[in-house]
């Protein structure tokens, strides 16, 4: 019979070589989450955010939208849709799953290489038109791949643990609701985007959808597949980040039916009704999660900036604004400049300073980096985003419908603007993955 001296060692060096091969599979999730993160900086800074101020030049230039093919304004927001939200929030999707259940990449490594083949062959399309019959169903394709494969991945997320002493598990946590709820959003998004490619392709005339059906598309996007998400990890994170208590799950819940019931009317072309019901799921979340609540505490700023509470509440502002333009717009758009502003006030206002603001403090953690490169760029590039989205949504208005002529010339200075914010942020994410300090050093020192 062995001793304990015998056994000691051997059950050391089993230890050992267990943790080893944890820190590896972290070590490679991490490093496949850089490559998602770079990808997406990618398309939001040169095919969204570039593109976007390359439409707005002339947009301005021409005092309307009739000399800019649609196809452009659809290349734009889907490289910032899908290349860049999307990119990013598959990436943190497939990184959550646990490291003992993932023994390869090979799921992710697919999933990323068709889905930057799909975002990068619809822009190409939608930009030079080359071949797009065949490139708009197949990237479409690609990426209604990437998103069933990543609903087959979705399994192996750790579940509610059952409660002692009973057969039911215990309830799913108030944010995984909103996150399940958008991927489905994601999901019905890619089926709609699959299927009007498909159409388009074999009995479309021009290169872009149609108005009615790309307005329906707009609002399971943002409102059904984007707005959820981020507030289920809002939920997730903010009662920690900013000190502040858990969400109020009654007001969270109606917030979410408000919503859903929202994005129903606006795919059913109740647009009315259906702008009420978001504006109202708006509010009703800004104080679900005690936003205007004195925090108990400090908020954990750790690594970046001291603004980051700050820029967070305005994000939330920024979501009630977006909303109330789109009851604006449903009863008084002519020329597209109200619904232009509301979805800005949503998709720059909301979501990327949420973006801005909570991915320098996840991301590189994420990515096994300790923290961000420079906090005072975290700072600016959030600061020209606000500077540039309230030039853009007070002035769009203005200009499409003809009130203040004057507002054309303050389209390219707010463009120029979230560029820079932009720039700044992929500058800073980069920076930190190039060269900040490995999380993983000190596991082999």
């Known amino acids: 019979m062995a001793t304990v001296s015998q056994i000691e060692p051997t059950f050391q060096v089993e230890v050992a070589n267990l943790t080893a091969g944890i820190v590896v599979r972290e070590r490679h999730k991490s490093l496949m989450l850089r490559a998602w993160i770079l990808s997406g900086l990618f398309f939001m800074a040169l095919p969204g955010t570039l593109l976007g101020f390359s439409n707005l030049i002339a947009i301005s230039t021409h005092h309307g939208l009739a000399f800019l093919p649609p196809a452009w304004l659809e290349g734009h927001g889907h490289a910032q849709m899908f290349g860049w939200i999307g990119s990013f929030i598959l990436g943190i999707g497939f990184y959550s799953q646990p490291a003992r259940e993932q023994p390869v990449i090979r799921i992710p490594m697919v999933c990323f290489v068709l889905w930057t083949l799909g975002v990068a062959m619809r822009w190409f399309a939608n930009i030079y038109g080359w071949h797009w019959r065949i490139l708009l169903p197949v990237s479409a394709g690609f990426e209604l791949i990437v998103v069933l494969l990543f609903l087959a991945a979705a399994p192996h997320h750790k579940l509610p643990e059952p409660m002692e002493g009973k057969h039911a598990k215990a309830p799913m946590e108030l ?36 108005h009615a059906l ?64 978001l504006a109202s799921s708006a509010v009703a979340i800004g104080h679900a999660l005690h936003l205007t609540q004195q925090p108990h505490g400090p908020a954990k700023v750790q690594g970046i900036h001291p603004s980051f509470p700050s820029f967070i509440r305005i994000a939330y502002v920024w979501l009630v604004i977006a909303g109330s333009m789109s009851i604006w717009a449903a009863i008084a758009d002519q020329h597209g400049g109200i619904w232009g502003a509301s979805r800005h006030a949503l998709t720059v206002g909301f979501a990327a300073t949420m973006i801005f603001s909570i991915g320098p403090r996840i991301l590189p953690h994420f990515g096994g980096v300790h923290s961000i490169f420079s906090k005072r760029l975290m700072f600016l590039s959030l600061l020209l985003l606000q500077l540039g989205c309230t030039l853009r949504v007070s002035s769009e208005p203005l200009a499409y419908e003809g009130l203040l002529p004057f507002a054309w010339k303050m389209l390219p200075v707010s463009g120029m603007l979230e560029l820079s914010g932009v720039l700044l942020f992929a500058v800073n994410l980069l920076l930190t993955f190039l060269l900040g300090r490995s999380a993983f050093a000190h596991t082999y020192a």
Request: charged share 10%; net charge positive.
């Open 175 to 210: 944010w995984m609701v909103p996150v399940l709820l958008g991927t489905a959003g994601l999901a019905a998004a890619v089926i709609f985007n699959f299927v009007a490619c498909l159409n388009l392709a074999i009995h479309g005339m021009l290169l872009s959808f149609p």
């Open 214 to 277: 790309d307005q329906k598309y707009l609002v399971l996007l943002g409102w059904g597949f984007l707005v959820p998400v981020v507030w289920g990890f809002s939920a997730r994170w903010l009662p920690s980040f900013l000190a502040i208590a858990k969400p109020d799950a009654q007001l969270f819940r109606l917030a979410l039916v408000l919503d859903l019931m929202g994005v129903l009317c606006g795919v059913a072309g109740l647009s009315k009704p259906g702008t009420i019901l």
